[in-house]
């Protein structure tokens, strides 16, 4: 067997066995941390639509619940809303693509991480969960970036851009076509554009799927 191929198996044994792990613990504590984490990329997704098509944010709030919201006025109300899962989706995209590159200093972007999450929680996250889950998590990236080696900051950066995208994926489905009269980003767009919640939905779903079939041919072919 060739070099390539060997890594090429040793990949999709990894990928199989990684979401195996995950599927099995997504409902346990081990995960839950992971979860939370990507509701706050979610909730930002919506603050950077705010703030790039004029609006101002006032607060984040994070539920222990998974859930989330975002505060503000101003700005485009179709982009803001579009923003959520397809943002926390294309953050996941950027970690897993960054945990491949080899020329990153994968301490320094886990570091980076946790500041950021220290910086969003000090200036709009507004709700006691949120506070302590933002400097507990922030914290301990920033401890991580510092202390572990090289390959295992590059794992944390991949399990957390694979988390972002397998989550994305589950929330939408959860969201809007398990419970298609929750009140959710796709039902407010719904009413903004007087287009049907499941349209927003299946879309969304399919940009998520298309999206991570792309990044594993990627990393398939980078291997």
Known sequence: MKPKTRRQMAFLGGFVVYFSVLWTLWDTALVYPLKIFVVLLHELSHAIAIWTTGGMVDRIVLDPRQGGETWGGGGSAFLALSAGYLGSLLW????????????????????????????????????????????????????????????????????????????????????????????SDA??????????TLFWGVLWIGIALGVCTLLFRWSWRRV
Do not use: H
């Open 187 to 196: 039902a407010m767009l719904a009413e903004v554009t007087g287009i049907p």
């Open 92 to 183: 996941g995209t950027a970690l897993v693509g960054a945990a491949q590159w080899k020329k990153l200093n994968s301490g320094g972007l886990t570091a980076f991480v946790g500041a950021m999450v220290l910086a969003l929680t000090a200036l709009y996250v507004r709700s006691r969960f949120g506070i302590v889950f933002g400097v507990l998590f922030g914290l301990s990236l920033l401890v991580a970036g510092r202390r572990l080696s090289d390959i295992w900051n590059r794992r944390l950066i991949l399990v957390l851009g694979m988390t972002s995208c397998l989550y994305a994926v589950l929330d939408i489905k959860s969201d809007v076509i398990d419970r298609p009269g929750a009140l």
